[in-house]
């Protein structure tokens, strides 16, 4: 086969793959990794929170990637870009000054991705005919989903294996939930004593058993502040200190929440709200249970012995709430580390869940887990290197005696100067206008107690719905989205396909007034919401292929996808407020109320019937 038409299946699962991975290794583990490295969770949410920026901003400079090079010049690169910045962070981690010297190489893998991404996406139009972008769709879509599932599960199990197999080696213990009426934790420190041999990281209990029986709010904030003073007092955490003058900034109320802010809550509650019911009785919350760590001996040599706590197994319901990480010394060895437990106050059942304290070489670990990504995308840049195709329309846009400013404001301009480009936009603001509001109460709905209209699934039953059925039916949908409009043109589904992401809404409007007890019945429920989703995002993202087809392809697509977080992001902003104005009932009747607007603009928009299809050659 030529080098200007592979087979599409040598790489285009490959591409998002690659595209996928350093997306969540800046938004998800570097966030794990900085928490087993001790950073607090205030430095860990600003710092990260900035990283999500080159991807906000990524049509800003997409025209440069359309302007200067080829795509494939562009996907080689950074690919490469990657890997150095990959490799500047595990090379960075063990020294001291490691947060500011990793956060700059995150930086780094920050742009290189969302650049990669842009020139991934334009590449996929130009090697790609009509026809096979179609059928590919949902291809592309699944292997960028096998690329978050693998940075979130199997490259967090290497780190964890390595943290494991670097040190004392972990210690596991169970927790447990049970049904007897009332279970007395001590929580006086055990009486520690040396033993002889090798140091050990010890346990006590070996196996914690909570009741599912509900204890008062009140309790639980007595045994948290129990937890908090032995720890601090025992060397393992730091106090933490408030400012009054910023609460008390918190507390002002502006012109604009008193005058516009509160009539409008009044307005929608007295007009569209439901009725509730208010208890007087004591808030009441999951049972909680303690477990001590400690260390068999005196370390030597002044070491410090870092110890982290994770779940390895179980249910999902039963929540380490206090004490993840510890760091032992000689002042503090034989000081008992406090870990706090607390169960679903929705569980009913018994069950159980496996946690380990690990207290391996924790920058040596993910020194080495970085590490192994870097040969990997070493691994990804010598394969795409010789087997992306060269498509005879990847060339630069810029001409010799083109002035690159010029081109690259003249980028932009042509994109608002698309015909019919107003109802262009407004189809890409409000196709997901109901899911964009869905997606942030979904969850929160299937959690959240029957008192309040919520179907009180526990943590686990939660996890269990989106993680596996849920994510199968996404994966189905999509897949059979991408064959159909292959097969018939995306104009001839398109339709259904707005039915398809838009009705199944209503499964939650059933779910919200029958509050079925069937888990199969609510998993059921979900399962059509995702497959619907699966299949009628098939036609949003092939749309976008659709108007950004032209001389600057790349960078128009760019534009297209900001349009499409911003449709995203505003609704989504208001959905949580909203909800609670108006309760879940009627709050997803409004989701499938807001999904009409999609359904006229989409008989406007201009769309090629043969788009999509296989052209078949005489």
Known sequence: MSKTNRNPWSWIPSLYFA????YVIVMT?????????????TDIA????WLYLPWVIKPLWSPVVDILRTKRFWIITMQLFIGAGLAGVAFTIPVSNFFQYTLAFFWLLAFSSATHDIAADGFYMLGLSEHQQAFFVGIRSTFYRVAMITGQGLLIIVAGYLESSTGLGQVEFDVKSVNTKVIQQSLKAQQIQVLEGELKLLTFPKELKISTNKISKTSL?????????ENIKNGYEQKTSTTLQSEKEESETSWWDEVIVKNLETFIVDNFGEEKIVKSAEIQTGNVGIVQVYLSKQPENNEE?????????????????KGSRFVFNKSNWNKPALILFQIDPKLKSETSATYKAISGNIPLAWSITFGILTAMFLLFFVYHKFMLPFPKS???????DTNVFEEFFKTFALFFKKKNIGLIIAFLLLYRLGESQLVKLASPFLLDAREVGGLALTTGEVGFVYGTVGILALVLGGLLGGFLAAKQGLKYW??????AINLPNAVYIYLSYALP??????LTCVAIEQFGYGFGFTAYMLYMIYISAGEHKTAHYAIATAFMALGMMIPGMISGWLQELIGYQHFFIWVVITTIPAFIVAKFIPLDSEFGKEVKES
């Open 221 to 229: 904030d007595s045994i948290q502040q129990y937890v908090d003073s």
């Open 394 to 400: 990847d060339v630069s846009v810029k001409q010799n």
């Open 29 to 41: 583990v570097s966030v794990i990794m900085y928490k087993r490295m001790g950073i607090s969770n």
């Open 305 to 321: 012995i870092v110890v982290n706590i994770s779940q390895t197994s179980g249910d999902n319901s039963i929540n380490l709430i």
């Open 517 to 522: 007890e069937s888990f199969i019945t609510v």
């Open 494 to 499: 398109l339709w259904w396909m707005i039915i």
């Open 46 to 49: 600003l710092y990260t929170s």
């Open 19 to 22: 595209e996928g991975i350093p």
